[in-house]
């Protein structure tokens, strides 16, 4: 039975990753290390910033990762008026709600980004309960962030239903026991339902609660 729905943060509730992308470029030209527009996509598959950082910067010291932590943030807080909701998500959100279904958030960004970005866009009283990468020692694809949310739910995981834009995070979702809606364009579509997500769809307009709730019937 459907008992609620938990959804990752950055290409699923908001629309972020051009900004994140220009900002990882932008923070990373800053230090003397140019990177390919196609290295990036490292950054979207749901990892947490200290792995981006020692992925493109090599090994660093605790107190390097916190002061290059702190350049990219304040970079990507520059870029953060222009962020929005992603296409179709707040109608989704108030038709899950009006269902009586739970909504929670699961995502690698901090809990000053999460927590920050859904006050700022009017989101965050949706969310009855947020896990972040500040609550886990290990990323997506690792199934601990999903684990932890449900247990916080106090909801059996095969009763809830994950919405994933990247594949270390259907793979998370699904190692946890959840099923997984996968959020991707065309292009990327494949590659979500590879990793285990059914459907996948390129917004929320196409989905229907009523469908979705029959997959656990």
């Known amino acids: 039975m459907l008992r609620g729905m938990i959804f990752d943060l950055d290409g699923v509730v908001i629309d972020s990753h051009p900004l994140h992308r220009l900002a990882w470029r932008k923070f990373l030209n800053g230090v003397g290390h140019s990177v390919e527009e196609t290295e990036l996509e490292f950054i979207l598959d749901g990892r947490k910033r200290d792995e981006i950082l020692r992925h493109f910067l090599g090994e660093l010291t605790p107190a390097q990762v916190n002061e290059y932590g702190a350049q990219k943030d304040e970079i990507l807080r520059e870029l ?14 108030d038709v899950v709600s009006k269902a009586g279904l739970r909504i ?6 901090s809990s000053r980004r999460a927590h920050g970005t859904l ?3 009017g989101l965050a009283g949706y969310f009855e309960a947020i896990v972040t990468g500040d609550d ?3 990323s997506k694809p690792d199934p601990t962030i999903y684990r932890l949310i449900a247990q916080r739910l106090h909801e059996a995981p095969e009763n809830l239903l994950a919405f994933e834009d990247a594949v270390s995070g259907v793979r998370s979702a699904t190692a946890a026991g959840l099923r997984c809606v996968g959020i991707a364009s065309v292009q990327h579509a494949n590659s979500l339902r590879t990793a285990g997500a059914n459907p996948v769809v390129s917004s929320f307009h196409s989905l229907s609660l009523t469908e979705l709730d029959g997959g656990f019937r």
């Open 80 to 93: 953060r008026a222009e962020i929005r909701p992603f296409p179709g998500i707040v109608d989704f959100l």
């Open 136 to 138: 886990v020692t290990a």
């Open 104 to 109: 929670a958030l699961a995502t690698s960004a």
């Open 119 to 121: 006050e700022r866009l």
